[in-house]
Structure formats: C-alpha cells, structure tokens
C-alpha cells in the first residue's frame, strides 16, 4: 500500500500524531526533494528521495513521475510506501499526479492519503490573519472546484451550483467523527449536520 503523507508547512512539530507514526512505522520511505527529508529527520532519516523537478517541461515533468511509480511499486505492493509530501497530499500537490500513473500501470497498488496542515491554514496563522466568510483559494488558474462549510442543506445548494457549472458533488458528513458518512450527487441529502463539508467540480 502507498499512503501519501502530508508532513505541513515545513515545521517537524506540525506533523500529525498519525504522520509521524506512519512515517515511524513505513516499510519504505519516499520524499520528493531534500527540503521534505530534512522535515521528517527527527522521525525518519533512511528515506529515498526522488525527483520531482520545478518545470514547465510537462514531458519531463511526466517521465520523472512514471519513474518514480515504477520506483515505489514494488515496495508498495509488499508492503507500506509512505509517500511525504509538504502541506497537504490532496492540495496542489503532485500527489495525485503519481497516484494516476500507478492506478494505470499498477492497478494492484492499493493508495490513500493521511491529510497534512496546508499553506493555507498554516498562513493564517503565521500572518496572524483570522479567515472567515467566504474566501477564494487558487493556484491561478481558472476556478475547477469549490469547498463550502457547514452546509446545512446540501442539495438545495448543489442545485444553485449547477447554474454556475458544477455537476459534480461529493458530501462529507460528520468527518473523522462517529457517523462519518460520503455522499454524492444524486445521493445528497435536503438536509446534513453543522459538521459538514461539500465538494462541487466541473467535470473537464
């Protein structure tokens, strides 16, 4: 199994408990660069870093990553892979670019992400800025997707959605706690809890 561990900001002491375990525990260890070795050193210093460059080169930045699949499957396949990756694996990351070609070619791999403190929480707090209302997250490029907060009534907010472009919706109910439930699409409740989280994505 690969598990794409987000390892935060770039402070050793904001990994979560269960990062740092899973980093402790791994059959194998990855990063992508010295600047995420050099994070995880108190928890794990026998890592194998591979290269992810900072390019526009797309076809070189594609054959480093299948590359780096063929490297990490074995492992993955024997045992636990961890993968670290600065911020959070599911944000801006090349997590998912990696876990994409390894489904193609490795279709047995099993992969799952452990979620990390991101560049967006952790500015807040370095910039002593408090966020609240609505607040627009980009990495420049035109808007795909969009996260809202405590939606009390999913689907009638998915509806409104749809005149702007969505037309893919997950829900997430309750997450981490007890009665976690994911829905999606034609699945979303007229009502959820406070401690909820909706998903909504153009399909390209």
Do not use: W
């Not at 492992?75 to 959070?88: E, K, N, S, T, Y």
């Not at 999913?154 to 007890?178: H, I, N, Q, W």
């Not at 994911?182 to 989280?197: K, Q």
């Amino acid at each position: 199994m690969l598990v794409g561990v987000g390892i935060g900001p770039g402070d050793p002491e904001l990994l979560t408990v269960k990062a740092a375990r899973l980093i402790r525990e791994a059959d194998a260890v990855f990063v992508p660069g010295r600047v995420a070795a050099a994070i995880i050193a108190p928890y794990r210093t026998d890592v194998e870093v591979l290269s992810f460059p900072m390019t526009d080169d797309e076809a070189y930045i594609s054959r480093c990553i299948e590359e780096n699949a063929e490297r990490i499957a074995p492992h993955a396949r024997d045992g636990l892979a961890v993968f670290c990756i600065l911020g959070d694996p599911n944000f801006y990351g090349t997590f998912s670019r990696l876990t994409e070609v390894l489904k193609r070619r490795h279709p047995d791999v099993e992969c799952a992400t452990v979620p990390g403190i991101s560049a967006i929480t952790a500015f807040a707090s370095v910039a002593g800025v408090h966020v609240a209302g609505g607040i627009g997250v980009s990495d420049g490029s035109d808007e795909e997707a969009r996260l809202l907060l405590k939606v009390k009534k999913p689907k009638e907010t998915a509806e409104r959605l749809r005149s702007e472009g969505f037309d893919d919706f997950v829900l997430v109910e309750r997450m981490y706690m007890d009665g976690q439930q994911v829905v999606r699409n034609d699945a979303l409740p007229e009502e959820s809890s406070y401690f909820s989280v909706l998903f909504a994505r153009k399909k390209r």
